[in-house]
């Protein structure tokens, strides 16, 4: 229940960082590209099938020094139906390496319909006598400023099938401020988001304290990491903007409990180009991931207690 299980391989890994596979044609290393591109031409099928070697490598070398990957969904989308493939190609692959899979869709809906992102996504759906796994992702990033029509539809599932949602609440980018930051009656509408969060989970909690709704609160404003760390005692936090973004390690140990627990930081550009920031040559690309993926983890770990 909650995130028991991505707690539990954070714990094994001594690890509390997700890398995100949020991949583009360009960061995927030439000879790869023209491997594919002499098999298809330079479609979009040649496209998707050098990005999933590109993250399947990756995986390879990450799987047992990483808890979890973040693919997000706009990457793969962008390669039209054979980028879709690859999204679900890459989140098997992970799971088969024993990860835990974030998918970052950032659905929003209400109804019918985020009961339909919900089967795609966390779901089964029933074609006949068959219940079927669409994308079989752990958990799945959505927006939460539907109010709780758009976030009802997934707590079932996620009682039912030990999975996790995180909920938009103070995010990352330098505008998230214009909204968030507005104050209802004195109270900034991040912070009433993050109530309604633990308003949600309240009857999922695992065995570590979190239950099955988290927040995503970005790691460019490590003064509102740590108000909501102390606001949301029962919130696992997903944390982008580190590296890349401007996100420190010190300022990201505020996401964390007395325990070490409580969030995982992601990294996604800084992890997949690590061959390029390096120099090396870029048949090296899965190993300079797994370098920056260890480099990451150090810096995150010296500043917390993880236990």
């Not at 962008?78 to 190609?89: D, N």
């Not at 214009?178 to 909690?205: F, S």
């Not at 606001?231 to 890349?244: C, D, I």
């Amino acid at each position: 229940m909650g995130f028991d299980r991505l707690i539990a391989k954070i714990k094994e890994t001594g690890n509390p960082t997700v890398v995100g596979l949020d991949p583009k044609l360009e960061y995927v290393p030439q000879f790869l590209q023209k491997k594919f591109c002499e098999e298809d031409g330079w479609s979009l099928r040649a496209a998707a099938k050098a990005i999933f070697a590109y993250n399947q490598a990756i995986i390879d070398e990450i799987c047992d020094i990483v808890p979890a990957i973040k693919p997000q969904a706009a990457y793969y989308e962008m390669y039209g139906h054979y980028g879709i493939k690859t999204l679900e190609r890459t989140i098997c692959y992970a799971k088969l390496k024993g990860m835990f899979v974030i998918t970052d869709g950032k659905r929003n809906d209400i109804g019918a319909t985020m009961q339909a992102y919900t089967a795609a996504h966390l779901g089964t759906v029933n074609v006949g006598e068959n219940e079927l796994e669409p994308f079989g992702a752990d958990a799945l990033t959505v927006n939460g400023y539907l109010g709780s029509d758009g976030i009802n539809p997934l707590l079932d599932v996620c009682k039912q099938r030990d999975k996790g949602i995180f909920v938009l609440v103070k995010t990352s980018n330098p505008s998230s401020g214009e909204l968030q930051d507005q104050l209802m009656d004195g109270v900034p509408l991040y912070a009433r988001m993050g109530d309604l969060c633990e308003k949600w989970g309240a009857d999922t909690i695992g065995e570590y304290g979190y239950s099955a709704v988290g927040a995503v609160v970005g790691a460019t404003y490590p003064a509102q990491l740590k108000e909501l760390r102390e606001r949301l005692p029962h919130t696992f936090f997903l944390v982008p903007g580190y590296g890349a973004q401007g996100g420190g390690a010190e300022g990201v140990a505020a996401a964390f409990d007395e325990n070490g627990l409580g969030a995982i930081v992601n990294s996604s550009r800084a992890i997949m180009c690590a061959y390029q920031k390096e120099g090396c040559d870029e048949r090296d690309f899965a190993k300079a991931a797994r370098r920056e993926a260890l480099r990451m983890r150090e810096d995150i770990v010296s500043h917390i207690n993880l236990k």
